[in-house]
């Protein structure tokens, strides 16, 4: 079964290009090409593709609110926001508009399509830079340090603080699982009881969660 892919920019030879390279992945399927938000919603609700790439500055409607739309109506896509925009507000509006992922075009081709597979596969993911930003915004908006944050009460078990915060560093369930010495099965029950008793709609939310209660 190939992974279903909208491609969505505003600017032809990236689409063409980013297009060209997913079409040599065996498991790869270019279903659809959007150039800006509005083309994007009407193609994710029509093509219900498993993928969306999808730059944030767009003409007509840019990503941010594209993305938000999408996962009201087709809300198993994941959507996967890769710009040249690396600005906090971005970042931290693109992950609660729901998008999966936040990268940057300048990616190499095979970690670009790793990012596909993982994010077909539940897992969510930031350039590096994109983390370090993500981190400060949180702290600047909260009025604290790294040194002086504490961690709140939570409904989680110590287990699942345990998950969380490695959820928060980008770890797989495998490397989870691995980490803490359990199954992969028993760290999909984690994660689900996490993302239910705090009632977020997913890891994005929970790394956010992470980063702004001290459990980071």
């Known amino acids: 079964m190939k992974i279903r892919i909208l491609l969505v920019d505003d600017q032809y030879l990236i689409r063409e290009g980013i297009a060209s390279l997913l079409e040599l992945e065996s498991m790869m399927e270019v279903v659809g090409i959007a150039a800006n938000g509005k083309e994007a919603i009407a193609q994710a609700q029509d093509l219900k593709p498993n993928i969306v790439l999808m730059d944030v500055r767009m003409p007509k409607m840019n990503g941010v609110e594209a993305t938000a739309k999408i996962k009201q109506t087709v809300p198993a896509c994941q959507i996967i926001m890769l710009t040249t925009f690396d600005d906090e507000e971005y970042i931290v509006q693109s992950l609660l ?11 190499p081709s095979k970690d670009l ?21 993500l981190i400060g915004a949180i702290k600047s908006n909260k009025g604290t340090t790294a040194t002086t944050q504490q961690p709140v009460e939570t409904p ?20 989870i699982a691995r980490a803490l010495h359990v199954s992969e099965g028993t760290v999909k029950n984690h994660v689900s009881n996490i993302l239910m008793r705090l009632e977020l709609r997913d890891r994005t939310q929970a790394a956010i969660y992470a980063f702004e209660n001290g459990l980071s």
């Open 156 to 175: 989680l078990t110590a287990r699942e603080r345990e998950v969380i915060k490695l959820i928060a560093k980008g770890s797989t369930n495998k490397g």
């Open 113 to 133: 399509v790793q990012a596909i597979k993982l994010a077909y596969a539940g897992v969510y993911q930031l350039a590096p830079e994109v983390a370090g930003k």
């Open 97 to 107: 508009a729901g998008a999966c992922g936040y990268l940057m075009k300048d990616i």
